[in-house]
């Protein structure tokens, strides 16, 4: 049996990791973003284009005022758990703050629902935990690689995305979409997937 991958935020960084697991059965991996950072090598520094570096000031952006919650989560998540695990007011309160103004509101309740009525509160911020104590892969990945990128999200970076995966073959940019694409923007996030997949035949 063959397999694909398709990914989004934490999907992003579990999908190629199954390519890299059983490249034998994974036809081909899709996400929305590719996280590929800095190694502190100058040189890779030199060659980052100006769209690049644009990336890096939003990237540092982030880093500077909303990486709050991704630090709670990898560093003590069992304090903010329990917390959210019994209050539906808290979860809902956290959840809130993360999604932002992009989405409606029905999109924040029912997305916050599906933590609370699963009990999976706990389990999804100990990802983070678990994630930053891992052992990460230092090979790059090999099974073909595609990217849908959009406006108001994570700015992937070719430069360090080609070290870390060796067969990107498909890279689009869209204007708008942000972080929820697959709700904001269903149709092109659709319509790229079929593209992606259609070339692996």
Request: proline share 0%.
């Given at each position: 049996m063959r397999n694909v991958g398709v990914g989004n935020d934490g999907g992003s960084f579990v999908s190629p990791e199954v390519g890299r697991v059983d490249p034998e059965h994974v036809v081909g991996v899709h996400v929305t973003q590719i996280f590929s950072f800095p190694s502190g090598d100058p040189a890779e520094m030199a060659n980052l284009?100006?769209?690049e570096r644009k990336g890096l000031e939003v990237l540092q952006w982030f880093?500077?005022?909303k990486m709050s919650f991704n630090m709670v989560h990898s560093q003590q998540p069992q304090t903010l758990s329990?917390?959210?695990?019994?209050?539906p007011a808290?979860?809902?309160?956290?959840?809130?703050?993360l999604f932002g103004e992009d989405v409606d509101d029905d999109f924040?309740?029912?997305?916050?629902?599906l933590y609370w009525a699963t009990g999976t509160a706990t389990s999804?911020?100990?990802f983070y935990y678990e994630d930053a104590h891992a052992e990460h892969p230092k090979e790059p990945t090999t099974v073909p690689l595609g990217l849908a990128m959009f406006e108001g999200d994570?700015?992937?970076?070719?430069?360090f995305a080609e070290r870390d995966h060796k067969n990107i073959?498909?890279?689009r940019s869209y204007d708008a979409g942000g972080h929820y694409a697959a709700h904001l923007r269903p149709d092109v996030l659709a319509a790229d997937l079929r593209d992606f997949y259609a070339a692996l035949r």
């Open positions: 284009t100006d769209e880093y500077d005022n329990y917390g959210i695990f019994d209050s808290g979860l809902l309160g956290w959840n809130a703050q924040i309740l029912t997305n916050t629902m999804a911020t100990r994570f700015v992937s970076m070719r430069t073959v498909h890279w």
